[in-house]
């Protein structure tokens, strides 16, 4: 099996609101990841936990604050966030680290108004 | 650092037709290479991967990929795309490195669309 599950599927907020994005895999898998998807463009990385610990922050603005409460699951905190922020939000995970093949979930399409 | 290109943004078939998507990275050391799918409104699923040995690889769906080492590339192919292959490809590559890490980079993408 390798699925990997994200909800919402959709996710509307304003740019004073607080919300999270929530990830997860029962595959085993040591390393998890968040990226960030615009219309027609490839998927950017924003995020890497392994072994329940971040190991990337690709420069992402403080806005975005993610969380691994334990190796299944993997969150995205959003406050404060602007318009622009609006993408498909992937999360994606794999054997650890240096295992090379990474599975994605469906995202989660958030807009912010 | 490491870079993937795809020179073709949007390539319209009919069915039936032959299909090549090209793919080039820019890495120096040994490279893990995949081709990623999305079909409209779905999410990213993996077509087929290469780490090494034979560089013919087959993926799902009847397609497959050549690495050419000494092109630096990983075109996509399938005999006979169907209308069922509408779809972005994302062609990525993951540069190996001694101490580790997973970072994948990912090409911008070719829109296909078949037409009946």
């Known amino acids: 099996d390798t699925e990997v599950t994200q909800t919402p599927k959709h996710l509307v907020m304003g740019m004073t609101n607080k919300k999270s994005l929530k990830c997860e895999q029962h595959?085993?898998?040591?390393?998890m990841y968040w990226y960030k998807q615009k219309a027609k463009k490839p998927p950017e990385l924003m995020f890497v936990y392994s072994y329940e610990k971040l190991s990337i922050n690709e420069s992402v603005p403080s806005r975005f604050s993610p969380e691994c409460p334990n190796s299944s699951l993997l969150n995205l905190h959003l406050h404060a966030l602007q318009p622009e922020d609006s993408a498909l939000y992937l999360c994606?995970?794999?054997?650890?680290?240096?295992?090379?093949?990474?599975?994605f979930g469906p995202g989660t399409r958030l807009t912010v108004l | 650092a490491q870079s993937v290109s795809q020179h073709n943004h949007h390539v319209i078939l009919s069915e039936a037709a032959s299909l090549e998507l090209g793919c080039n990275y820019s890495y120096g050391g040994t490279v893990n290479l995949f081709w990623y799918v999305q079909y409209p409104g779905q999410h990213l699923q993996l077509l087929l991967k290469?780490?090494?040995?034979?560089?013919l690889v087959k993926g799902i769906k009847g397609f497959e990929a050549e690495f050419i080492k000494s092109k630096f590339s990983f075109n996509l192919r399938k005999p006979s795309v169907q209308w069922s292959d509408t779809a972005e490809y994302f062609c990525a590559v993951k540069g190996i490195l001694t101490g580790g890490g997973n970072k994948l980079t990912f090409g911008t993408g070719t829109q296909l669309k078949v037409e009946l």
């Open positions: 290469y780490f090494s040995g034979d560089p």
């Open positions: 994606a995970s794999s054997q650890g680290t240096s295992g090379p093949t990474q599975y």
């Open positions: 595959m085993g898998h040591r390393a």
